[in-house]
């Protein structure tokens, strides 16, 4: 299934989405013009290598130009594929005007940040010796989605349902479609624990861990940074 877009449309300019959005691309575009060594060093250096961030936090000094703790964030900025690229600039554009939209400006890319940070840590505390870099906007995004079923429970989410060699769209509350996705990642996150180590993280794969700690971070700051509340920044707002 592949959400179009959503039926509350935002009511300023998402310029902080659309920023990110642009940022995520160029980056991609330069991760392309990097041969495949360039690319590697590339994204040991940018990208949050779990067994050097458990370095970092012991106080052991990794070599690297950049502070292992700031790889949190730029790591956030970079995907392996137009995949990976393309589905997470998709949600993001989905779901992220609406909820920069009432939290204003300002706090949506604090919001956002935090979210990938805090996700980021939940993947790393279940691998914190794997060498294997770990990056993508997933665990930011996810935390703008775990906001956004809190928020718009009841908007309708178009979907494409593939039926053989037709789509079909169908209107899905938000609160299933993202209550099915965070189960989802819950359970895949469980299962990697029940499975040898050389599978998930330590071989690359996806950051089950990351999309669901992503989703419940966002469920919880959200609220905390005034998701609910109607005392918005009128500087936010201008155009």
Not at 204 to 231: C, E, M, Q, R, T
């Amino acid at each position: 299934m592949v959400p179009l877009r959503d039926e509350n449309p935002t009511r300023i300019t998402p310029v902080v989405t659309y920023a990110l959005i642009i940022a995520n691309v160029l980056i991609f575009f330069y991760e392309l013009s990097l041969d495949p060594a360039q690319l590697n060093g590339f994204f040991h250096v940018f990208a949050v290598v779990p067994k050097e961030l458990t370095a970092s936090f012991n106080g052991a000094d990794i070599g690297q130009p950049v502070p292992e703790s700031l790889t949190l964030i730029t790591a956030q900025f970079l995907h392996a594929g137009f995949m990976h690229l393309g589905f997470n600039m998709l949600f993001l554009w989905i779901f992220g005007n609406n909820i920069e939209e009432e939290l204003g400006r300002v706090k949506f890319i604090l919001f956002y940040l935090g979210c990938g940070v805090l996700a980021s840590l939940a993947q790393w505390y279940f691998a914190m010796e794997s060498p294997v870099p770990s990056l993508g906007a997933s665990g930011a995004i996810a935390g703008v989605m775990g906001a956004y079923i809190l928020k718009f429970p009841k908007t309708k989410i178009i979907t494409l349902l593939p039926l053989g060699f037709f789509f079909y769209t169908v209107r899905i509350p938000a609160l299933f479609f993202l209550g099915f996705w965070f189960v989802q990642q819950a359970f895949n996150g469980i299962s990697m624990l029940q499975v040898p180590a050389s599978v998930g993280m330590q071989n690359g794969g996806v950051a089950y861990w990351a999309h669901a700690g992503g989703f419940i971070f966002g469920a919880l700051l959200g609220p905390a940074l005034g998701l609910f509340s109607d005392n918005r920044e009128s500087d936010s707002y201008s155009a």
